[in-house]
């Protein structure tokens, strides 16, 4: 129990580490660029980010020899990038997402980032609340560690990346301070040494235009996040032989049939 002490960082040779083989070398790992947004200003040069985020994942994967491929993101827009620079690299590849924070709570409902940032700053400016509301509110919006607690773009990137079965369903939703992060990473571990050996796991030889189907309506059934289809369209024109199939019409029509299941607050 000593390694998950309060007081001590949780133990290296646990979580991912545990269920991977380091070949001599335990602290190997690529390190990307990290994605910093300025949020609510007018010109957010996100999708340029984006891109960059992408090429540095596709080229660090084809300039190392590498079997397979661990892919630990979380915010926006650093999944899709991940798995687009993955996709292209056509390399076994396991997205890690490091999972949302707990919600906060502010006169008895729930608030959360960034949903609640926005929303509760205009009723501040609009007299609505005083500055001690908002001092209080501001120590509730990210109480703990982990991408934002709504369902956002990290939380339905997240989705997307389990029904595109890439990585175990809890995956996908268990919160970042829980201790089935511990689990779902030494899981993950394990799969990706059992993948290593495996050439026929290759994510352009396993994704088809149903794996994409069946995205787009877990997409409509959580309430996803709209920039969830910027991603999902730029991720199925990666595979040559989906380019142009998957299409805002195609997810118009899933839509039209694909009944709302979870009324989660989504983001601003």
């Not at 369902?151 to 268990?174: D, H, K, R, V």
């Not at 899981?187 to 235009?209: E, F």
């Not at 309506?217 to 380019?243: C, F, K």
Request: aromatic share 6%; glycine share 8%; hydrophobic share 45%.
């Amino acid at each position: 129990m000593n390694d998950y002490h309060q007081d001590k960082s949780v133990s290296e040779g646990m979580g991912l580490r545990q269920g991977l083989t380091s070949y001599g070398d335990p602290q190997f790992s690529l390190f990307l660029r990290k994605l910093a947004r300025i949020f609510f200003f007018a010109n957010e040069y996100v999708l340029t980010e984006f891109d960059v985020n992408e090429k540095d994942t596709e080229e660090m994967i084809k300039a190392q020899p590498v079997d397979v491929v661990v892919a630990i993101g979380g915010c926006d827009e650093t999944v899709p990038a991940q798995i687009m620079g993955s996709l292209s690299a056509n390399k076994p590849v396991l997205p890690l997402v490091v999972g949302p924070m707990m919600t906060g709570s502010f006169r008895g409902q729930r608030i959360g980032a960034c949903t609640d940032c926005g929303n509760n700053w205009a009723a501040y400016r609009a007299g609505e609340l005083e500055i001690e509301d908002i001092a209080a509110i501001n120590s509730e919006l990210a109480p703990t560690a982990g991408t934002c607690g709504v369902m956002g773009t990290a939380s339905t990137m997240a989705c997307i990346c389990a029904a595109l079965g890439m990585m175990p369903l809890e995956g996908a939703s268990a919160p970042a301070v829980s201790a089935a992060r511990i689990r779902i990473a030494e899981s993950t571990g394990s799969v990706a040494v059992s993948l290593a050996t495996d050439c026929t796991r290759r994510p352009q030889m396993v994704l088809d235009r149903k794996s994409f189907i069946n995205v787009i309506i877990v997409l409509q059934a959580i309430g996803g996040s709209t920039n969830a289809i910027v991603h999902l369209l730029a991720i199925a024109n990666r595979y040559p032989q989906l380019a142009g199939t998957i299409t805002l019409d195609t997810i118009n029509e899933v839509g039209a049939q694909t009944p709302l299941l979870v009324d989660l607050k989504t983001e601003r």
